[in-house]
């Protein structure tokens, strides 16, 4: 009886400790591993912008931006040697603003 009560208050102690160690779903060990820290790539606009529909000059202007605005480089487009494009989005509280506000764009680099 006393064997069969140790048996199983180990098994429950283990069930209930050794899954905080797994990594499907525990205590995360390294944050190095993350390879979306190591490609996140921000910029903050130290001129005035303007935020395009398309990676072309000739694009619909959707909106100015100001300096000091905040943006994530989701990719880059190169049009030619001397012209990079950055599909951007603009850095923001999804859940307190307009849903129908413009985060998403192209600025010439």
């Not at 209930?16 to 910029?43: D, M, Y």
């Amino acid at each position: 009886m006393i064997n069969n009560l140790l048996k199983n208050f180990c098994l429950i102690t283990f069930a209930l400790i050794a899954p905080i160690t797994l990594p499907a779903g525990g205590i995360q060990k390294n944050l190095n591993q993350n390879k979306f820290i190591h490609n996140a790539n921000e910029i903050i606009l130290s001129s005035n912008a303007s935020l395009y529909s398309y990676p072309e000059i000739h694009a619909k202007e959707l909106l100015v931006l100001d300096v000091g605005i905040t943006l994530s480089v989701l990719r880059k487009w190169k049009v030619s040697k001397s012209e990079t494009w950055a599909r951007v989005e603009i850095a923001s509280n999804k859940f307190l603003d307009d849903p129908n506000k413009i985060l998403k764009g192209w600025i010439k680099m």
